[in-house]
């Protein structure tokens, strides 16, 4: 009797239904909440993780700076040299090199972008020569440079300060005194053409980095040059320059010489017109194709080599003989 | 006997005014439940996405970082400061809002920023990506010469990064 009053009975029913939606609206903010939250704490420390590593990276970064050299000319160019050691283990990419001269009274700066400056672990990295503008030098004063790197991680590595007086801002009156090209030893290459014909549009075969030439192959030299003149014209250089050696062998006083050259995108050209010399810009010059073909009898010898250039400064005629290397022909 | 049940039940008065009551009362909660349950389900749904907005911020925020390459202060001819910033986070679309130039005794700011390419050309965007460079230039900001400054710049996110000027 007193169970079918409470199944007959319609007075609770609306509780009932409204403690049912109370449920799912707890249930439904519960769930959703604690699903989204954990998902949001999760996105939220992979980011806290991520700076964390970021951090790590850059503070990991270490170079060791092993050398560094300014070399400035009058005309407020100074060429930037350094070498550095990443002494840490991840690698280091280098992005920009900064330069900056002052004094007590004066200061300027000048930047550099770096290309394919990544350094592993251990290596050592050598800023190629950089030549940098900073104008307003006076060669009648002292400065100090200051230069520093930028690493991807954002990091500074700063490169060794020097102070450079007037006296050493010589480059430029150096060579008004013993020529205005200065040629890099280290980097004279020749190409052999075996005992072939060179025609027109030949690509030139891989380098050889040797003072020792074959007697009977056809080469073509290459020489590295650079204009330091200090009125810091462009040098044009014109056909009647040679590569010329001399030997005093077997009697008899043998020249051999190399035409100036014309080769483009890595292919010789039979036909050359001139070659600029810009200031301060290392640049390649070719003389060939063309053997010593010496006498038998006169072999092996070492002969004196001479550079004739010749050529246009300005609205002057240029000339300068290179005299300081040696071949040997075996 | 069927029939004079159900006879007698559809013309019986008495009990009616309760059952539409209980109806009634039933819809009643019924709608007011669902009104509840939407409105809690809408109210969760902002509040879900204000979180999301949030956290996300927060992420992007923690992602950016900016390096100063170099500040230069011309203390000898235009007096103006240029800001070398490189973006070395891991986010782009860094956009500086303000910057700031105090010591102990004097402080300035300013708020219109127009960065530059490192070769001097403008970022028409404005802002500086993944691992690029540029600049910006405060003019005739008059710092004292012999002074340290701490140089603060605020990006659009919220981060802010420091630097100490000695002028």
Request: charged share 10%; glycine share 6%; proline share 3%.
């Given at each position: 009797?007193?169970?079918?009053?409470?199944?007959a009975?319609?007075?609770?029913f609306?509780s009932v239904?409204g403690?049912?939606?109370?449920?799912?609206?707890?249930?439904?903010l519960a769930?959703?909440?604690?699903?989204y939250?954990l998902s949001?704490n999760?996105?939220?420390?992979?980011a806290v993780?991520?700076?964390?590593?970021?951090?790590?990276?850059r503070?990991?970064e270490?170079?060791?700076?092993?050398?560094t050299?300014?070399?400035?000319y009058?005309?407020?160019?100074?060429t930037?040299?350094a070498q550095i050691k990443?002494i840490?283990?991840?690698?280091?990419?280098?992005l920009?090199v900064?330069?900056?001269?002052y004094n007590a009274?004066w200061t300027?700066?000048?930047h550099?972008?770096?290309t394919d400056a990544?350094?592993?672990?251990?290596?050592?990295?050598t800023l190629p020569?950089?030549?940098?503008?900073?104008s307003?030098f006076?060669?009648?004063f002292?400065?100090?440079?200051?230069?520093?790197?930028?690493t991807a991680?954002?990091?500074v590595v700063?490169l060794q300060q020097?102070?450079?007086?007037a006296?050493?801002?010589?480059?430029?009156?150096v060579?008004?005194?013993?020529g205005?090209?200065?040629?890099d030893?280290?980097?004279?290459r020749?190409?052999?053409?075996?005992?072939?014909?060179?025609?027109n549009g030949?690509?030139l075969?891989?380098?050889?980095?040797s003072?020792?030439?074959p007697n009977?192959?056809?080469?073509?030299?290459?020489?590295?040059l650079?204009?330091?003149d200090?009125?810091?014209?462009?040098?044009?250089?014109?056909a009647?320059s040679?590569?010329?050696?001399?030997?005093?062998?077997?009697?008899?006083?043998k020249?051999a010489?190399?035409?100036i050259?014309?080769?483009?995108n890595g292919?010789?050209?039979?036909?050359?017109?001139t070659?600029?010399l810009q200031y301060?810009?290392?640049?390649i010059?070719?003389?060939?194709?063309?053997?010593?073909?010496?006498?038998?009898?006169a072999l092996p010898?070492v002969?004196?080599?001479?550079?004739?250039?010749f050529?246009?400064i300005?609205?002057?005629d240029?000339?300068?003989?290179i005299?300081?290397?040696?071949?040997?022909?075996? | 006997?069927?029939r004079p049940?159900?006879?007698?039940l559809?013309?019986s008065r008495?009990?009616v005014?309760a059952?539409?009551?209980n109806?009634?009362?039933?819809?009643?909660v019924?709608a007011?439940?669902f009104?509840?349950l939407?409105?809690?389900?809408?109210a969760?749904?902002?509040y879900v996405a204000q979180y999301?907005?949030s956290?996300?911020?927060n992420?992007e925020?923690l992602?950016?970082n900016?390096?100063?390459?170099?500040v230069?202060?011309?203390?000898s001819?235009?007096?103006?400061?240029?800001?070398?910033?490189?973006?070395c986070?891991?986010?782009n679309?860094?956009?500086?809002?303000?910057?700031?130039?105090?010591?102990a005794?004097w402080?300035n700011?300013?708020?219109?920023?127009?960065?530059k390419?490192?070769?001097?050309?403008s970022i028409s965007?404005?802002?500086?990506?993944?691992?690029?460079e540029g600049?910006f230039?405060w003019?005739?900001i008059?710092l004292?010469?012999?002074?340290?400054?701490?140089v603060k710049?605020t990006?659009?996110?919220?981060s802010?990064?420091?630097?100490q000027?000695?002028?």
């Amino acid at each position: 009797m007193r169970n079918r009053r409470k199944t007959a009975g319609k007075k609770g029913f609306s509780s009932v239904v409204g403690a049912v939606f109370m449920v799912l609206i707890m249930m439904v903010l519960a769930s959703s909440y604690f699903v989204y939250s954990l998902s949001q704490n999760n996105v939220y420390n992979n980011a806290v993780a991520q700076k964390n590593q970021l951090n790590v990276d850059r503070l990991s970064e270490s170079a060791e700076v092993i050398n560094t050299t300014y070399t400035p000319y009058t005309n407020g160019k100074v060429t930037v040299y350094a070498q550095i050691k990443n002494i840490g283990a991840s690698s280091i990419q280098f992005l920009t090199v900064w330069l900056k001269v002052y004094n007590a009274s004066w200061t300027n700066y000048n930047h550099s972008n770096l290309t394919d400056a990544n350094v592993q672990g251990g290596s050592t990295f050598t800023l190629p020569p950089l030549n940098l503008t900073v104008s307003g030098f006076n060669s009648n004063f002292t400065y100090s440079f200051a230069s520093w790197l930028i690493t991807a991680r954002g990091n500074v590595v700063p490169l060794q300060q020097t102070i450079v007086s007037a006296n050493n801002i010589i480059v430029a009156q150096v060579s008004q005194g013993i020529g205005s090209i200065s040629m890099d030893f280290k980097q004279f290459r020749y190409y052999d053409f075996g005992s072939g014909y060179v025609s027109n549009g030949t690509s030139l075969p891989s380098s050889k980095n040797s003072y020792s030439i074959p007697n009977s192959n056809n080469t073509i030299l290459a020489v590295l040059l650079t204009n330091y003149d200090n009125t810091t014209q462009d040098i044009i250089l014109n056909a009647n320059s040679y590569f010329w050696i001399i030997t005093p062998q077997a009697g008899t006083v043998k020249p051999a010489a190399w035409n100036i050259a014309n080769v483009t995108n890595g292919k010789y050209i039979n036909s050359f017109s001139t070659q600029t010399l810009q200031y301060g810009k290392p640049t390649i010059v070719y003389f060939g194709p063309s053997s010593p073909s010496f006498a038998a009898s006169a072999l092996p010898t070492v002969v004196p080599v001479f550079i004739l250039l010749f050529g246009k400064i300005g609205t002057d005629d240029f000339g300068q003989n290179i005299p300081f290397i040696a071949f040997y022909i075996p | 006997m069927v029939r004079p049940l159900f006879s007698r039940l559809f013309k019986s008065r008495s009990a009616v005014s309760a059952v539409i009551s209980n109806l009634i009362l039933i819809a009643a909660v019924i709608a007011v439940g669902f009104t509840a349950l939407g409105w809690t389900y809408s109210a969760s749904n902002s509040y879900v996405a204000q979180y999301g907005n949030s956290v996300r911020s927060n992420s992007e925020q923690l992602a950016e970082n900016l390096a100063f390459e170099y500040v230069y202060y011309n203390h000898s001819g235009t007096t103006s400061l240029s800001v070398y910033i490189l973006n070395c986070g891991k986010i782009n679309a860094v956009n500086l809002t303000a910057a700031y130039v105090a010591n102990a005794n004097w402080t300035n700011s300013t708020f219109t920023i127009a960065l530059k390419w490192l070769n001097g050309t403008s970022i028409s965007s404005n802002h500086l990506d993944m691992g690029q460079e540029g600049y910006f230039v405060w003019p005739a900001i008059g710092l004292s010469q012999g002074n340290s400054y701490t140089v603060k710049i605020t990006t659009w996110r919220g981060s802010s990064f420091e630097y100490q000027l000695a002028t």
